[in-house]
């Protein structure tokens, strides 16, 4: 039975934004899948564009060890989402809103929401392209 958008969207955020796990996230991707940030800007540490699996997981990697040192993590229960299927069953869009407890000084400083919106392409049951759109000053 192939996995459900719900289900897809649900391995993404439990490998990316939880637990930080780049093989995990990068499991979740077709061998010649790609990840784009198309807002970020050419030279940020989040990478705007990723082609193939290996190269998401070794960009993640190196990403994810640097923002495991901000401290921050999200809080589960302020934190929401609303998944949108599309007239092509292969697409769905994700509108997020990740509400952090502290801000990145950890200083526990008013709670931090990032807002954002990807879109998914889905192709045998893995991520084909993963288009992440956010304000890119967010993830400095």
Request: net charge negative.
């Amino acid at each position: 039975m192939p996995r459900t958008a719900q289900e897809i969207f649900q391995s993404c955020v439990y490998a990316g934004a939880m637990t930080r796990n780049a093989d995990a996230f990068a499991g979740l991707f077709t061998a010649d899948g790609v990840f784009e940030a198309p807002l970020m800007p050419d030279g940020a540490a989040f990478p705007r564009r990723l082609a193939g699996r290996e190269e998401i997981r070794n960009a993640m990697a190196a990403y994810y060890e640097q923002q495991g040192k901000d401290g921050r993590t999200p809080n589960l229960e302020k934190s929401c989402y609303v998944l949108h299927t599309t007239a092509d069953p292969d697409v769905f869009i994700a509108e997020i809103d990740t509400v952090f407890d502290e801000d990145a000084d950890g200083d526990g400083g008013d709670e931090v929401t990032v807002s954002l919106v990807q879109i998914f392409r889905i192709r045998d049951g893995k991520i084909a392209r993963l288009r992440d759109y956010f304000a890119p000053e967010l993830m400095g």
